[in-house]
């Protein structure tokens, strides 16, 4: 009778495990759409369609005036994204985690580097994507020159 008790309960403690385990998951970025979602923010960015870029961000990103942070760059580090960044970018690095928090969500980060670009300023990005309770969409988009 133990032996079938002890049986029964280590059952349920692997059911609920496992079922805790599947909701953590539900908020996981995979690598493939967080790259859709960059390669279609990024083309957003290349056209000056900042409104449709936008749309690509997390809603906790909802105060980003978008085509003054890309004029700065242009301007402030000579780093112009708008001519054949998307062809000449080679992906080095990504990254995926899940986080348990009051947000409940996961994020996939990806790095990228160029060598051609307008201006012949080598580049290197850094893309977050998460998803959580609030949304979805790109949390942090960081160009640097290399």
Request: aromatic fraction near 8%; charged fraction near 20%; hydrophobic fraction near 40%.
């Amino acid at each position: 009778m133990k032996r079938l008790l002890l049986k029964s309960v280590t059952v349920l403690i692997v059911i609920a495990l496992s079922l805790s385990a599947l909701v953590g998951c539900a908020n996981k970025v995979s690598g493939k759409e967080a790259r859709a979602t960059f390669d279609a923010f990024l083309a957003a960015v290349v056209a000056e369609d900042y409104d449709t870029a936008k749309a690509y961000l997390h809603p906790w990103i909802d105060d980003l005036d978008l085509a003054k942070e890309f004029t700065d760059l242009r301007e402030e580090q000579g780093i112009d994204l708008r001519g054949g960044i998307s062809e000449n970018l080679k992906q080095v690095g990504i990254g995926a985690s899940l986080y348990n928090s009051d947000y409940d969500g996961g994020g996939h980060q990806m790095t990228f580097h160029t060598q051609t670009v307008a201006g012949g300023t080598p580049i290197k990005i850094i893309c977050t994507v998460i998803r959580n309770k609030d949304g979805y969409g790109i949390y942090q988009f960081i160009v640097n020159g290399r």
